[in-house]
């Protein structure tokens, strides 16, 4: 993250792990509908949006979901340390940090959208661009010095096209990935604070920017795009807006990392007996995890052909495979190389017709390469001996 000379944007977002066949595990909590067992993970990843690359995995937290008493008041709920709504907080505050000079933005969907989480990152002189979900009460200058009192979303629906651009979509409830052409218009706002409070925050109002992004004609049987955003960072104008846009559009690549997580690696196969066992498994497989969907988004683009597979995965790592796959060290192998290896050590065909490495073979070849360094490193040790 240091080392990000552009934008770095930290990307949270929470996903649900089932562990309901542990029947011995007495510190799971309900998920889903309530009748499943479990935890949530909130992760918060690392992205270099100027380099449209994976760092690693900022931080994580889990949390155990409480079964909330029917007849608690809505004052204990908020005072509750264990209240779900602050794990965004929590997910911030666990990072380091800003650097100095540096531009990290937050990016969260529409379950960040609290009073609470984004007065936090405002007073930590942070930075975010969150989807809304609530439909605030805000203020507005009505240009003679005064103000408007106003709804957010019926404002921001309201707004002037600043222009026009296309966007990328990813498969969401339906939708297919796709471009889309949307408008985008901004303008600045005063946010109020909620008149009964939602969580710890002040009553003082939050200056932002909101900056909406519509598709106004979606191809035949999709959903049309519909971003309401806020952010603390100047929307002034039709190109800082698209940016904004842009910066949201990176968000699906945590849900990229949970599906590795949870298809690849198969974290919830995990047979633990113990809440303190499942919670050290968790970590250690998101580590792989992230390190997975590194590997596989840098060997689709244009330069993997000719990018050292030692600039992604530890040198022992790349010797092994290599000496697995084409029987001799290549020093200069890449990550294309590479990663089509892996996959094939975990079951990939690379037949004509076959589409790129998905998950499950590259979380099997991991695994078996893995194994593999561990017998080098013995052979290395009795040689020795």
């Given at each position: 993250m240091?080392?990000?000379?552009?934008?770095?944007?930290?990307?949270?977002?929470?996903?649900?792990?089932?562990f309901?066949?542990?029947?011995?595990?007495?510190?799971?909590?309900?998920?889903?509908?309530?009748?499943?067992?479990?935890?949530?993970?909130?992760?918060?990843?690392?992205?270099?949006?100027?380099?449209?690359e994976?760092?690693?995995?900022?931080?994580?937290?889990?949390h155990?979901?409480r079964?909330?008493?029917?007849?608690?008041?809505?004052?204990?709920?908020?005072d509750?340390p264990?209240?779900?709504?602050?794990?965004w907080?929590?997910g911030?505050?666990?990072?380091?940090?800003?650097?100095?000079?540096?531009m990290?933005?937050?990016?969260?969907?529409?379950?960040?959208?609290?009073?609470e989480?984004i007065?936090?990152?405002?007073?930590?002189?942070d930075?975010?661009?969150?989807?809304?979900?609530s439909?605030?009460?805000?203020?507005?200058?009505?240009?003679?010095?005064g103000?408007?009192?106003?709804?957010?979303?019926?404002?921001?629906?309201?707004?002037c096209?600043?222009?026009?651009?296309t966007?990328?979509?990813?498969?969401?409830?339906?939708n297919?990935?796709r471009?889309?052409?949307?408008?985008?218009?901004?303008?600045?706002?005063?946010?109020?604070?909620?008149h009964?409070?939602?969580?710890?925050h002040?009553?003082?109002?939050?200056?932002?920017w909101?900056?909406?992004?519509?598709?106004?004609?979606?191809?035949?049987?999709?959903?049309a795009?519909?971003?309401?955003?806020?952010?603390?960072?100047?929307?002034d104008?039709?190109a800082?807006?698209?940016?904004?846009?842009?910066?949201?559009?990176?968000?699906?690549?945590?849900?990229?990392?949970?599906k590795?997580l949870?298809?690849?690696?198969?974290?919830?196969?995990?047979?633990?007996?113990?809440?303190?066992?499942?919670?050290?498994g968790?970590?250690?497989v998101?580590?792989?995890?992230?390190?997975?969907?590194?590997?596989?988004?840098?060997?689709?683009?244009e330069?993997?052909?000719?990018?050292?597979?030692?600039?992604?995965?530890?040198?022992?790592?790349?010797?092994?495979?290599?000496?697995?796959?084409?029987?001799?060290?290549?020093?200069?192998?890449?990550?294309?190389?590479f990663?089509?290896?892996?996959?094939?050590?975990?079951g990939?065909?690379?037949?004509?017709?076959?589409?790129?490495?998905g998950?499950l073979?590259?979380?099997?070849?991991?695994?078996?390469?893995?194994?593999?360094?561990?017998?080098a490193?013995?052979g290395?040790?009795?040689?020795?001996?």
């Amino acid at each position: 993250m240091r080392s990000c000379q552009g934008v770095l944007l930290v990307i949270h977002d929470t996903t649900e792990i089932d562990f309901s066949g542990l029947k011995s595990v007495k510190d799971l909590g309900p998920i889903g509908h309530g009748g499943c067992g479990g935890y949530l993970c909130h992760n918060s990843l690392a992205y270099d949006y100027d380099a449209r690359e994976v760092l690693g995995l900022a931080g994580q937290t889990i949390h155990v979901r409480r079964k909330v008493p029917k007849a608690e008041s809505p004052k204990a709920k908020r005072d509750h340390p264990q209240r779900e709504s602050r794990l965004w907080k929590k997910g911030w505050l666990s990072l380091p940090p800003a650097i100095a000079g540096q531009m990290r933005v937050n990016i969260a969907d529409r379950g960040a959208d609290m009073f609470e989480f984004i007065e936090a990152v405002e007073a930590g002189r942070d930075h975010y661009v969150i989807r809304s979900k609530s439909d605030r009460n805000i203020e507005i200058d009505d240009g003679s010095g005064g103000t408007i009192k106003t709804k957010l979303h019926a404002y921001a629906q309201g707004l002037c096209p600043m222009g026009e651009r296309t966007v990328e979509v990813s498969n969401n409830k339906g939708n297919k990935a796709r471009s889309a052409t949307v408008t985008i218009s901004a303008s600045k706002v005063s946010i109020q604070a909620p008149h009964f409070a939602r969580g710890e925050h002040s009553p003082e109002p939050l200056t932002a920017w909101v900056a909406r992004v519509v598709e106004a004609n979606p191809p035949p049987g999709q959903m049309a795009v519909e971003w309401i955003l806020l952010s603390n960072v100047p929307a002034d104008d039709f190109a800082a807006a698209a940016e904004r846009a842009d910066w949201y559009a990176c968000r699906p690549v945590v849900e990229e990392c949970h599906k590795a997580l949870k298809t690849g690696c198969g974290v919830e196969l995990m047979q633990f007996t113990t809440g303190a066992a499942l919670r050290a498994g968790i970590a250690m497989v998101s580590v792989v995890a992230t390190q997975l969907l590194r590997l596989r988004d840098l060997s689709r683009r244009e330069d993997a052909a000719v990018r050292p597979a030692t600039e992604v995965v530890d040198r022992e790592y790349v010797a092994t495979l290599c000496a697995w796959r084409f029987g001799a060290l290549r020093p200069g192998m890449s990550v294309g190389d590479f990663c089509m290896a892996l996959a094939k050590l975990g079951g990939h065909l690379n037949r004509r017709h076959d589409r790129p490495p998905g998950w499950l073979v590259l979380w099997r070849g991991w695994s078996k390469l893995q194994q593999m360094v561990d017998g080098a490193r013995l052979g290395a040790i009795t040689r020795c001996v």
